[in-house]
C-alpha cells in the first residue's frame, strides 16, 4: 500500500453527484490560470503544457479514478466526464493528458498487486506519466486484430519488434500500454493472439524503441513508434497472454465517453463564445443575434449539444455501474463529436472573418474538434457497429 502523500483531489469523498459542481468549480478555477495566450503560443510553438499538466496533477484532477488505497481519489468516470469537459469549455486541450484517464483501467482491473503498488502511487503523485497508448499501426489502422508487432519470449521476458504509429504523448510520458501478438498460431481466435504490457519508456528509449514525432493540422503531440529488439521483462505482461484485445475493450468504452465529454466541452466553448459575440456585434445598427441567419444555427448547435450530452452522461452511469455500455459510449461519442463539429462551424459563421484571427481562439478550437470525426474511432465505424451490433444488419467489413 502507499503512504500519505495521497493526491485527492479537494473536497471530494462521495461516488454518486448529479452535477458535480464542486469539482466543475475547482476545475474552472485553474483553468483560469491558463487563459487563451497560453494555448496560442503552445499552439504556435508546437510544445507540450507542461506547466498545465502540472497543475491538474498537483491538484488531483489526473488521479480522479485511481482508487485511494493507491493514492488517488475514487471517483467514478462521471466525475472525469466533468473535468475534461470543463478544460475544453475554457478554451484548454486535455488531449495533453486525458489518456491517463482511458488507459488506467487495463492496469486497475487486469494488472497484478506488484504492478499496481509499483506504479499507480507514483502515477497519482505525478511522479509518474501513463500518457502513451501504442495500438494503431501503419497498415492495420483500426483493425486492432490485424496488428503486426509482436512480442516472442526470450530467456528474461518478451522480445519486441514493430511500428506503432498516432502514439499520442510519447515523448512526454513515461510508461506506455503496448498491445503486441504473442501468437500466430492458425488454430487460436484472432482475439486471443494479442498481449498487453506495460512497458518502462525512459528505459526503452535508445535500447530499442525510437520515437519519431508526426506534424499535424493540431498541436496533438502524436508520434511513430519502433521497435527494434527491445528487450523487456516477463513482469511487464499485464493478465494472462493472449488476453490483451479482451483487456482494451473496456479502456475503449472509456475512452469513447471521455472524448465525448471533450467534445462536449468544445460545444460549449464555441456556444459561450458566439453567444456573447452575436449579443454584442452590431451590424447595421443591430446585433447580428438579432439575425435569424445567426441566431437558428447557434439554437440548433445548443439543441444538439444538450441532446448529446444526455447520451454521455448515460453511458458514463452504465459504466460505474459496471453494465454492459458499449452502444451507449460509441453512440455518445458519435453525437458529440458531430455536435462540437457542428458548434464549430456556426461558430465560423457567427465569428465571421475574426473567425479566422488567431486572438479570438476560434480557429484554433474549430481545429481541434475536427479530429474527433475520425479518432478515436471514426464515425463511419461507429455508424457500422450500430447498423450491425444493434440493428442486426450484415456486417460490411
Given at each position: 500500500m502507499?503512504?500519505?502523500?495521497?493526491n485527492?483531489?479537494p473536497?471530494i469523498t462521495?461516488?454518486?453527484?448529479?452535477?458535480w459542481?464542486?469539482i466543475r468549480t475547482g476545475?474552472?478555477?485553474?483553468c483560469?490560470?491558463f487563459?487563451g495566450e497560453y494555448w496560442?503560443?503552445l499552439?504556435s510553438d508546437?510544445?507540450?503544457?507542461?506547466?498545465?499538466?502540472k497543475?491538474l496533477?498537483e491538484s488531483g484532477?489526473?488521479?480522479?479514478?485511481?482508487?485511494e488505497?493507491?493514492?488517488?481519489?475514487?471517483?467514478?468516470?462521471?466525475a472525469?466526464?466533468?473535468i475534461?469537459e470543463e478544460i475544453q469549455?475554457?478554451?484548454?486541450?486535455?488531449?495533453a493528458?486525458?489518456?491517463?484517464?482511458?488507459i488506467m483501467?487495463?492496469?486497475?482491473?487486469?494488472g497484478?498487486?506488484?504492478?499496481?503498488?509499483?506504479?499507480?502511487p507514483?502515477?497519482?503523485?505525478?511522479?509518474?506519466?501513463?500518457?502513451?497508448f501504442?495500438?494503431t499501426e501503419?497498415?492495420?489502422?483500426?483493425?486492432t486484430?490485424s496488428?503486426?508487432?509482436?512480442a516472442?519470449?526470450?530467456?528474461n521476458?518478451?522480445?519486441?519488434?514493430?511500428?506503432?504509429v498516432?502514439?499520442?504523448?510519447?515523448?512526454?510520458?513515461?510508461?506506455?500500454?503496448l498491445?503486441a501478438r504473442t501468437?500466430?498460431?492458425?488454430?487460436t481466435?484472432?482475439?486471443?493472439?494479442l498481449?498487453?504490457f506495460?512497458i518502462d519508456?525512459?528505459k526503452?528509449?535508445d535500447?530499442g524503441?525510437?520515437i519519431k514525432?508526426?506534424?499535424?493540422?493540431?498541436?496533438?503531440?502524436t508520434t511513430?513508434?519502433f521497435?527494434?529488439?527491445?528487450?523487456?521483462?516477463a513482469?511487464?505482461?499485464?493478465?494472462d497472454?493472449?488476453?490483451?484485445f479482451?483487456?482494451i475493450l473496456d479502456?475503449?468504452?472509456?475512452?469513447?465517453?471521455l472524448?465525448?465529454s471533450?467534445?462536449?466541452?468544445?460545444s460549449?466553448f464555441?456556444?459561450d463564445?458566439?453567444?456573447?459575440?452575436?449579443s454584442?456585434?452590431e451590424?447595421?445598427?443591430?446585433?447580428i443575434?438579432?439575425?435569424?441567419?445567426i441566431q437558428f444555427?447557434?439554437s440548433?448547435?445548443?439543441?444538439e449539444?444538450?441532446a448529446?450530452?444526455?447520451m454521455v452522461?448515460?453511458?458514463?452511469k452504465l459504466?460505474?455501474?459496471?453494465?454492459?455500455?458499449?452502444?451507449?459510449a460509441?453512440?455518445?461519442?458519435?453525437?458529440?463529436?458531430?455536435?462540437?463539429w457542428?458548434?464549430?462551424?456556426?461558430?465560423i459563421?457567427?465569428f465571421?472573418?475574426y473567425?479566422f484571427?488567431?486572438d479570438?481562439?476560434?480557429?484554433r478550437?474549430?481545429?481541434?474538434?475536427?479530429?474527433?470525426?475520425i479518432a478515436?474511432?471514426s464515425?463511419n465505424?461507429?455508424?457500422?457497429?450500430?447498423?450491425q451490433n444493434v440493428?442486426?444488419?450484415k456486417?460490411?467489413?
Amino acid at each position: 500500500m502507499v503512504d500519505n502523500n495521497v493526491n485527492r483531489v479537494p473536497g471530494i469523498t462521495r461516488l454518486e453527484n448529479d452535477s458535480w459542481e464542486d469539482i466543475r468549480t475547482g476545475v474552472k478555477s485553474l483553468c483560469n490560470n491558463f487563459p487563451g495566450e497560453y494555448w496560442r503560443k503552445l499552439d504556435s510553438d508546437r510544445t507540450y503544457p507542461e506547466e498545465f499538466v502540472k497543475a491538474l496533477t498537483e491538484s488531483g484532477y489526473l488521479a480522479c479514478l485511481i482508487p485511494e488505497e493507491y493514492g488517488g481519489s475514487g471517483l467514478p468516470i462521471q466525475a472525469a466526464c466533468v473535468i475534461l469537459e470543463e478544460i475544453q469549455r475554457s478554451g484548454g486541450n486535455g488531449a495533453a493528458c486525458h489518456a491517463q484517464m482511458y488507459i488506467m483501467g487495463a492496469l486497475l482491473r487486469y494488472g497484478s498487486e506488484d504492478q499496481k503498488n509499483k506504479y499507480l502511487p507514483k502515477i497519482a503523485s505525478g511522479k509518474l506519466r501513463l500518457q502513451a497508448f501504442g495500438v494503431t499501426e501503419p497498415d492495420a489502422g483500426t483493425d486492432t486484430l490485424s496488428i503486426r508487432t509482436k512480442a516472442e519470449k526470450s530467456k528474461n521476458g518478451y522480445i519486441i519488434n514493430g511500428q506503432k504509429v498516432w502514439t499520442s504523448r510519447a515523448e512526454y510520458s513515461d510508461l506506455m500500454l503496448l498491445l503486441a501478438r504473442t501468437s500466430n498460431n492458425k488454430n487460436t481466435k484472432r482475439t486471443e493472439g494479442l498481449s498487453l504490457f506495460i512497458i518502462d519508456m525512459q528505459k526503452a528509449k535508445d535500447n530499442g524503441l525510437t520515437i519519431k514525432p508526426i506534424k499535424t493540422m493540431i498541436n496533438h503531440a502524436t508520434t511513430e513508434i519502433f521497435f527494434d529488439d527491445l528487450e523487456i521483462s516477463a513482469e511487464s505482461l499485464i493478465g494472462d497472454e493472449g488476453k490483451g484485445f479482451k483487456y482494451i475493450l473496456d479502456g475503449m468504452n472509456a475512452e469513447r465517453i471521455l472524448i465525448a465529454s471533450e467534445c462536449i466541452g468544445d460545444s460549449k466553448f464555441f456556444l459561450d463564445k458566439m453567444t456573447e459575440y452575436a449579443s454584442t456585434r452590431e451590424v447595421f445598427g443591430r446585433p447580428i443575434g438579432q439575425n435569424q441567419g445567426i441566431q437558428f444555427p447557434i439554437s440548433r448547435a445548443y439543441a444538439e449539444t444538450e441532446a448529446a450530452a444526455l447520451m454521455v452522461e448515460r453511458a458514463a452511469k452504465l459504466f460505474d455501474k459496471n453494465m454492459p455500455c458499449g452502444t451507449e459510449a460509441n453512440i455518445a461519442k458519435l453525437l458529440s463529436s458531430e455536435s462540437s463539429w457542428k458548434a464549430a462551424e456556426a461558430a465560423i459563421q457567427t465569428f465571421g472573418g475574426y473567425g479566422f484571427a488567431e486572438d479570438y481562439d476560434i480557429e484554433r478550437k474549430y481545429r481541434e474538434a475536427r479530429l474527433y470525426q475520425i479518432a478515436p474511432v471514426s464515425t463511419n465505424l461507429i455508424l457500422a457497429y450500430i447498423g450491425q451490433n444493434v440493428l442486426g444488419l450484415k456486417r460490411s467489413y
